[in-house]
């Protein structure tokens, strides 16, 4: 069935450019490509608390989500080098739990796959499959690394009424062959907004 929007309401906005995190627990703050960024993060995430929300039925939020340098996707290497997985929770529901490949096909033509825009493990997409800006430049540049950034836009319209609300992202990022994992694969969020809508 198809209800009609009887209105919406913005209810949380930031593109950290004035360095604030507001209501946000472990929140890091960087430049990355001329602009502020909540990141980067590897091995961790972030927590945004929001309270007193209006009456509404649903809530829309949306984010720029950044995956910079060598993610490796769905590989599985004996704990070496994958599998990186991304996860987006809203009151303690998992809403997204995927992986993401930044690597280059290889000569022979294999592909290293990643979950997005489906779940991990059951999907086997193309590096950087849903990707708004496949082409961005990485962060740390490692020479003969593979990467760079590529920006996926995020945007969930999930069922809640409650006046609270928890927003969590966090990974699970493998690269036990690197002195700087944050440095090998890292991500970030900028431009984070979030509506409730009354149906």
Not at 165 to 190: F, G, H, Y
């Amino acid at each position: 069935c198809a209800k009609e929007v009887k209105s919406e309401q913005e209810v949380y906005f930031n593109d950290f450019e004035t360095n604030k995190a507001n209501g946000i627990a472990n929140a890091i703050v960087e430049n990355y490509n001329g602009s502020k960024v909540l990141g980067r993060y590897n091995s961790s995430g972030f927590d945004l608390n929001l309270s007193s929300l209006p009456n509404h039925k649903l809530v829309e939020i949306s984010f720029d989500l950044y995956i910079h340098d060598s993610w490796d996707g769905n590989k599985v290497s004996g704990g070496v080098d994958g599998p990186d997985i991304w996860k987006f929770i809203v009151d303690g529901n998992l809403y997204i739990n995927t992986t993401f490949s930044n690597s280059d096909c290889d000569n022979s033509g294999f592909c290293p796959p990643q979950s997005y825009p489906a779940d991990y493990p059951s999907s086997y997409n193309n590096p950087k499959t849903g990707s708004a800006n496949p082409n961005l430049p990485g962060v740390c540049n490692l020479s003969g690394k593979v990467g760079g950034t590529s920006l996926y836009k995020i945007t969930k319209v999930i069922e809640h009424s409650k006046s609270t609300l928890l927003m969590q992202c966090r990974d699970q990022l493998i690269q036990t062959n690197t002195s700087d994992a944050k440095c090998d694969e890292s991500w970030s969020v900028d431009n984070i907004r979030i509506k409730v809508i009354n149906l």
